[in-house]
């Protein structure tokens, strides 16, 4: 591999947020720049970083006065990680991806003296290995680790799932054998199935029935049920063979702004490729 700097791959401008500043401004600013972490400052000094997913799990787990605010009224300094590390613009790609194989983080803020010049995060990454000569395939790198769940499964039992396997997907099936979706734990902590202090909500759900067996008027009620794996899935999925070159999948899903895919042989899920695979190879290139 090319050992090319940080700075060629970080992503510029960088939006941020001071640390008073409520959750709700945190969310907006994701959706409306499409990015996964924002760092936080204290007049104008990096103090921590916020993501998606610190939002809703930290928030879940923070003090009672704070879980029963809404998110406009909680600042964004109890979900955050304090202290967060860093990297020098001129450190390498493989430097910045031992890193963060090393804690364990998927995005660094680039600083020099004191100043936020930029973010390397995971999908910089997929931007670099689609640049490198690796003869590696998809089946090389790929992780056998995959969650498989029912589209019927509640959302609590998809997170518990995960939680116990440490994995931050979870590949949604019709049957046994008929894969239908996918989700994530980012893409579930921004969905709609999110209630205003993050709780998870339930759907309202129409139903008839009958008074009597001789046919008699029905009549409709409204029953409130659990959202389920299928209600929040990302459908249709994007594959890939194991056979694929490693750098032409990079290509993929740098192109289709996606962090990662199932390998499929034969109709079958042999094992899913992401950026995690990607962050590691790079990471063993020194």
């Known amino acids: 591999m090319i050992m090319k700097k940080v700075k060629e791959y970080m992503s ?5 947020i001071e640390r008073n500043e409520p959750i709700q401004r945190a969310r907006n600013l994701m959706f409306k720049y499409g990015i996964g972490r ?3 400052l204290d007049n104008g000094k990096l103090v921590g970083i916020v993501t998606k997913y610190d939002i809703t799990n930290r928030l879940n787990q923070a003090a009672p006065e704070w879980r029963r605010r809404p998110i406009d009224k909680v600042p964004i300094q109890v ?4 202290k967060p590390i860093t990297i020098f613009p001129d450190a390498t790609m493989p430097q910045a991806a031992e890193l963060m194989l090393e804690n364990d983080i998927s995005g660094l803020p ?3 003296e004191g100043e936020i010049l930029g973010m390397i995060t995971s999908r910089d990454m997929l931007r670099y290995f689609a640049d490198q000569d690796v003869k590696a395939t998809v089946g090389d790198l790929m992780t056998k680790n995959v969650l498989k769940v029912h589209r019927h499964h509640t959302i609590g039992h998809v997170l518990d799932e995960m939680n116990v396997q440490g994995t931050s997907r979870a590949l949604v099936y019709e049957d046994n054998t008929t894969l239908v979706g996918i989700i994530t734990r980012s893409g579930l902590t921004f969905s709609e199935i999110m209630g205003p202090k993050d709780e998870m909500e339930t759907k309202n759900i129409k139903m008839t029935r009958k008074e009597s067996t001789a046919g008699r008027k029905q009549y409709r009620y409204v029953r409130q049920m659990p959202f389920v794996a299928e209600d929040i899935m990302t459908s249709p999925l994007i594959t890939i063979s194991p056979e694929t070159k490693a750098v032409e999948a990079a290509k993929t899903l740098a192109l289709k702004g996606i962090i990662g895919m199932p390998v499929m042989e034969k109709n079958d899920v042999v094992g899913y490729f992401s950026a995690d695979e990607i962050i590691a190879e790079i990471g063993r290139q020194k």
């Open 110 to 112: 680039v600083e020099r």
């Open 38 to 40: 924002l760092p936080v």
């Open 79 to 82: 979900v955050m990680t304090e």
């Open 12 to 16: 510029a401008p960088v939006y941020v």
